[in-house]
């Protein structure tokens, strides 16, 4: 069964530092990759996906991930993070070769002081 | 669309009451998904439907839960008899489809119901 970590539970940041978020996943075969983001009160939604074709993968509001094979992890970044980027980040998979459900990690987050 | 309609947004309750939570997903959506999100156990999946019909129901807490799927437009999440561990956001979600394409997927999220135990 595949199973999601994410290392970071909380991270507290000041505004216009770089974000890096920590995700590893235990699946040996094909996999597509998610992160979600729940801002407070709100509820999650897409934040980018992996499919195929280029590792790194650029989604929403300046946020990338980049997906490597070798090491199964699939981090979250952005350069430069503003107050608005406080929420909770979730990464998934799910494996093509299994039922595809998504599988979620326990959430990491994230505090942006201005 | 509205995306996905879940009922009620907040619900407190005392402990031994039946608590009904409530979804509409998005229409045409074959796949629907309840969720639980606790501070301790973070989201975990609940049970899914394929098609009105329930898939995976091995994250069902235990027989104090039940979920149904009448139809394609509604699904009802039971717990009989509620206890404070039960407290917890409740999220639907619902997805087009499950495969190997990129616009399969992805999961729309309710806004959740907030279950209050007491």
């Known amino acids: 069964a595949q199973s999601v970590s994410q290392h970071n539970h909380h991270v507290i940041l000041s505004e216009a530092a770089s974000l890096e978020l920590g995700c590893n996943y235990s699946?040996?075969?094909?996999?597509?990759l998610f992160w979600y983001v729940q801002y407070p009160g709100q509820h999650l939604q897409l934040l980018l996906k992996y499919f195929s074709g280029d590792p790194l993968v650029k989604g929403i509001k300046g946020f990338e991930a980049e997906f490597i094979k070798s090491k199964f992890s699939f981090n979250l970044r952005k350069p430069s993070v503003q107050w608005s980027d406080t929420a909770e980040y979730f990464c998934a998979v799910n494996a093509p070769g299994g039922s595809y459900i998504p599988t979620f990690g326990r959430g990491t987050s994230l505090i942006v002081h201005p | 669309d509205a995306g996905v309609i879940q009922s009620p947004r907040h619900e407190v309750t005392e402990m031994g009451q039946e608590v009904t939570l409530r979804c509409k997903p998005i229409s045409g959506h074959d796949y629907l998904f309840w969720y639980r999100q606790t501070m301790m156990r973070g989201l975990e999946l609940l049970i899914y439907f394929n098609n009105n019909v329930p898939i995976d129901d091995s994250g069902m807490p235990e027989d104090r839960f039940s979920a149904k799927m009448p139809n394609a437009s509604f699904s009802t999440l039971k717990i009989q008899p509620s206890e404070p561990r039960d407290s917890a956001v409740y999220f639907c979600?619902?997805?087009?489809?499950?495969?190997?394409?990129?616009?399969?997927?992805?999961?729309?999220f309710g806004a959740g119901s907030r279950l209050t135990v007491l």
């Open positions: 699946y040996g075969g094909t996999v597509n």
């Open positions: 979600a619902s997805s087009p489809r499950q495969g190997v394409d990129s616009g399969a997927n992805v999961l729309t």
